[in-house]
RNA sequence: CGGGGAGUGGCGCAGUCUGGUAGCGCACGCGGUUUGGGACCGCGGGGUCGCAGGUUCGAAUCCUGUCUCCCCGACCA
């Protein structure tokens, strides 16, 4: 993409309502907009971003055998009575409308009920399991206080998969091979140093469910670690877990962290509940197992600003980065432009994603423009490299 | 929802205490000089001070109400 073209700019101002480092810099950069308190616009750059993390979640999700689907944001509220979750008693966070007609609505918080139901039409045999289906959705909470930046807000992108099994062991072994999979995310993400799974609770079926916490100051968990043992336990359940498994909480540091996915295994509570069933091999109505899995999709971005920047900018990994190289044109002489636009066309046409700086500012705006945005190669076309006949490249944390 | 802070050109701020009809930096436009780490000089456009009401000859400034934003807490299937 060339520079030129694109409508979104950087400041040299940071916005003063903002205190989060990743609402900050996403917006400095201009990868976001901030449209009221918990809801921003994803601009081009910070939609390449939300892409590319996608990407990731999308190919680990195939290559467990999930489905991609995008459901409905409007909801009806008589499938979330069956579960008693339409109530706001229940569920404190709802956003409810209503049509020309005065039914009520609800804007999608989680997709269960309505998955659940749906599924009525497509599972009948125990033939049709286990099914995984997935999506990526812009979940509406009503949260009464967003906070954070991106991390908190009242309307994410959230991927949320959820898995339906003829037996607790199918279930069980389909659970394992997700915490697999969210491992490999988050591993390509440049997280997997400071990611760890968590036992937590929310489990209707097991005594723990569990979560994927990240590192990071900005989060608004606390867990209890053993880097050793590689044992995380969630500040709220840390008396039964440290029993359960037998540890001695002595030996435990206490780290603040994000949650960047979660997954529970739901048993047969909710299909049952809402009577979504099927015939076993006998022909007889059984049960269905019920798996639901979320990875916070633009949570994990802000988590990946709060964990990687400097004191010039961002600095994303490559994977997520939304190029890989700032090809920094210096001057305009005709034959250094010439030179910029065929390395350009010539990247790619290699499958190299390049921010083409062809702007007509200076280069210490442009270097600082590279810093900021935070890619992860930057490559110099100037009169100098005319001369010499090589680019100049610099990784992003190089030293000069 | 409780506590604290803040709303003044697109962004960052000063001015408010001690009412006299708005100023600076960035950004933007024009001209010129510049051109390897956010250049410099000159000229110029843009706000009526979150909103509503009140006090006053006169309100960004005082009073009342209200909306919004940020932080801490509570909350977070």
Redo the contacts with the bound molecule.
Sequence with gaps: MRLSQLFTK???????????KNAQLLIQAGYVYKE???AYVYLPLGLMVVENIKKVVREEMNAIGSNELIMTGLQRKDIWEKTGRWSDEA??IWFKTRLQDDTELGLGW?HEEPIVEMLKQYISSYKDLPISLYQFQTKMRN???????IM?GREFVMKDMYSFHASAEDLDAYYDKTIEAYKRVYDRLGLADDTYVTFAS?GAFTKFSHEFQTICDAG?DVIYLHRGKNIAINEEVIDDAVKELGINRDELEKVKTAEVG?I?NFGTQKTDEMGLRFADDSGNPSSIYMG?Y?IGITRVMGVIVEKFSDD?GIVWPEVVAPAKVYLAL??DAPEVVKDADALYEQLTRAGVTVLYDDRGC????K??????LGIPYRV?V????HESGAY?T?GRTAS?
């Design positions: 950087t400041s040299k101002n940071v916005p003063a309502d903002e205190t989060s009221m308190a918990g569920v404190d989680s949260e009464l206080r967003a906070r954070s930046g908190r929310g608004e979660n529970f639901s979320g010039k210096l001057g200076r280069p210490g705006e270097f600082a423009d590279a810093d900021l110099v100037s009169s100098k490299t100049e610099k000069e």
